[in-house]
């Protein structure tokens, strides 16, 4: 019987994008799949036949690897003066730990195993060593999540993490980086929101992680964590602090949790080895619930809209008049229009406040 355990290591990294994926549609087992499998939504597209529209442009990527260069360039000065005018460091603060692969933007570390050991390092010597004097800024810190999240041994890398002594102990918080432009009060709130959840994924991670090493005086693992955005046309941070991330971190908690338990289920139903499963097939080929957000993520909106059409549903009429069709079809929510009987009392109903709502065919 397939495993978990036979998932290549590549499947194991960039759990957060996955999670992320996978929180916008839940409920479609397809794309349940390809964030446990770690296959591309784009490529499952592509073997179908669609033309993918939705990865990340290489512009997007540039211009955050350019933004994040800018942050951490001479011992992250840039970050740590806007960190220092907010409170999250104190002035005069100094320390920087850049954990980032030589493949990121960073200088010295050229492996995941190797940001890993330093990570953990890290949070050993934070524990144990009472004259440890910690660095403040760390850009990259690398998780190896416990076993039993979402997939084995999943890794994640934290944009940008800063220590501080706080009571006696030693509190991380967790941030994080995005090329979004910060307006006040006019700030886009998805990108706001989708930073917040991004920032509590680490924050839940980083807490779970911290709780599996067993330290006897483990660092505090604040709920208090900050995004780091642009002045709107500029490279210049604007952090906002103080972001309580209490409960983007239950979400994450509760995801992962889910998501886990859905990854054993769905791999546990094949029966062969999953190196021998043609993965992109098998995901293809999967149960789908197609609904308005497909849109704004998935590169199979085109292919699961046609097959919606095809099959007559409320659905892609969009999220509202699905709601009100329930399971009545299209086509048959036209001939009530029309006025034909109705054959139920569900029908019924519906034909009364479709005619009501002045609905008309075209
Ligand atoms: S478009 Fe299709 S495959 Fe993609 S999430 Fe929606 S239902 Fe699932």
């Given at each position: 019987m397939a495993g978990l355990d036979e998932l290549t290591d590549e499947a194991r990294r960039n759990t957060r994008g996955r999670f992320e994926q996978w929180v916008k549609n839940p409920q479609c087992e397809?794309?349940?799949?390809?964030?446990?499998?770690?296959?591309?939504?784009?490529?499952?597209?592509?073997?179908l036949g669609y033309q993918p529209e939705y990865g990340q442009s290489p512009f997007a990527i540039t211009r955050g690897l350019q933004f994040e260069g800018w942050l951490f360039k001479d011992e992250a000065k840039v970050i740590r003066e806007s960190m220092e005018k907010v409170g999250i460091l104190e002035a005069n603060s100094s320390g920087f730990l850049d954990l980032r692969l030589t493949m990121n933007g960073g200088k010295s570390i050229k492996s995941?195993?190797?940001?890993?050991?330093?990570?953990?390092?890290?949070?050993?010597?934070?524990?144990?060593?009472?004259?440890?004097?910690?660095?403040?800024?760390?850009?990259?810190?690398?998780?190896?999540?416990?076993?039993?999240?979402?997939?084995?041994?999943?890794t994640l890398i934290i944009d940008v993490a800063s220590i501080q002594r706080v009571d006696d102990e030693w509190v991380i918080r967790v941030g994080e980086i995005k090329v979004f432009p910060d307006r006040g009060g006019h700030t886009d709130s998805n990108e706001i929101s989708t930073a917040r959840a991004q920032a509590g994924v680490y924050q839940h991670a980083l807490q779970i992680t911290v709780d599996s090493l067993g330290l006897t005086n483990p660092p505090v693992v604040s709920t208090n964590g900050y995004l780091v955005f642009t002045w709107p046309g500029t490279n210049s941070p604007v952090i906002r602090a103080?972001?309580?991330?209490?409960?983007?971190?239950?979400?994450?908690?509760?995801?992962?949790?889910?998501?886990d338990n859905l990854a054993q289920e769905l791999i546990s139903k094949k029966t062969q080895n999953l190196a021998e499963?043609?993965?992109?097939?098998?995901?293809a080929h999967s149960k789908t619930e197609y609904k308005e957000i497909c849109w704004s993520f998935c590169d199979l909106a085109p292919r699961c809209q046609d097959l919606a059409i095809a099959d007559d549903r409320a659905i892609v009429l969009g999220t509202e008049a699905s709601k009100l069709l329930?399971?009545?079809?299209?086509?048959?929510?036209?001939?009530?229009?029309e006025g034909v009987d109705p054959k139920t009392d569900v029908e019924r109903a519906l034909q009364v406040q479709l005619l009501a709502a002045k609905w008309e065919t075209v």
């Open positions: 397809t794309n349940t799949l390809s964030a446990v499998l770690n296959v591309k939504l784009a490529d499952v597209a592509l073997s995941v195993d190797a940001a890993l050991e330093k990570s953990h390092e890290l949070l050993v010597n934070l524990s144990k060593d009472k004259k440890f004097i910690p660095t403040t800024i760390i850009a990259g810190l690398m998780l190896k999540i416990p076993k039993g999240v979402m997939l084995p041994e999943a103080n972001e309580d991330l209490t409960y983007q971190a239950r979400r994450a908690a509760l995801g992962f949790e889910r998501l499963v043609d993965l992109k097939d098998w995901i329930g399971s009545v079809s299209v086509g048959r929510a036209i001939e009530l229009l």
